[in-house]
């Protein structure tokens, strides 16, 4: 249909011409030359052990929780959705408030962590916990929307059969649902690579690398903060290239 085609035509000029025009403006030393800074190369550290843990997290969470809510009554799996959805909806700074609330060093929660040595205010714990505020819920959503497309009898089959709870959702249901629950690991990853606002509340130190690009505004103005942009871009599309090609052995 010509009209679906130019509306996904129109969708994808749209959203693709500023980075195609980013690509243009920096050239390839510059890129190079920002991501070799010490600054830069500590700022990439940062990000992508705090936003795989933060994923791992909410896989290791949300896999279950979603699977529970996918077989749970229609009004508990509204009710736990709407929970789930409420941190995603919040404006970033306002989550970043909400967790200081949580994890200051004047709580109780934040002292008692700190007292221990799992401070989160300007920690990589910080930034992680921040990150994994604004995303972990595309986990739990994606693996609710995954598990109820399962054929539900196929694990009555399984059932039957002497398998018990724990092997049933193993064998059965999450190797079905893993395409769906993969796409919304995916989303949670690159939501926490681009996280700033929670984080420059909560955790402003480590240095991540969306508030190193914040930071190089700043300090060397719009040249370094283009090459950091795009560095930024050809990062996230190897990261959604990998993915896919994992989602590919999955599907």
């Given amino acids: 249909m010509p009209l679906v085609r130019g509306a996904l035509a129109v969708l994808i000029v749209l ?13 390839p030393s510059a890129v190079a030359a920002a991501l070799a800074l010490p600054d830069t190369q500590s700022a990439l550290r940062t990000s992508l052990v705090a ?41 970033p700074v306002a989550s970043g408030i909400a967790l200081l609330g949580v994890f200051g060093t004047r709580q109780p929660v934040g002292a008692w962590l700190a007292a221990h040595g799992l401070g989160a205010v300007d920690t990589l714990l910080g930034v992680g916990i921040a990150e994994f505020f604004v995303s972990g819920s595309f986990v739990a959503i994606s693996a609710t929307a995954a598990f109820s497309d399962v054929d539900r009898s196929l694990e009555e089959a399984a059932r039957t059969l002497g398998a018990g709870p724990v092997r049933v959702l193993a064998t059965v249901a999450l190797p079905l649902a893993a395409p769906g629950i ?21 955790a402003y130190h480590p240095t991540s690398l969306p508030i190193e690009l914040v ?27 990998l993915a896919a090609q994992v989602r590919r052995r999955l599907v």
């Fill in 182 to 202: 993969f796409a919304g690991m995916l989303l949670a990853w690159l939501r926490a690579l681009g996280e700033y606002g929670a984080t420059s509340i909560l």
């Fill in 215 to 241: 930071v190089a505004l700043s300090a060397d103005g719009v040249p370094r903060a283009l090459a950091l942009t795009e560095a930024f871009v050809v990062l996230t599309a190897l990261g959604i290239a």
């Fill in 51 to 91: 936003s795989l843990a933060s994923v791992g997290v909410a896989a290791l969470l949300g896999i279950p929780a979603g699977y529970a809510l996918a077989r749970t009554s229609v009004f508990w799996r509204a009710l736990g959705l709407f929970a789930l959805a409420l941190p995603l909806a919040l404006p």
């Fill in 15 to 27: 959203l693709f011409a500023p980075l195609v025009a980013l690509a243009f403006t920096v050239p």
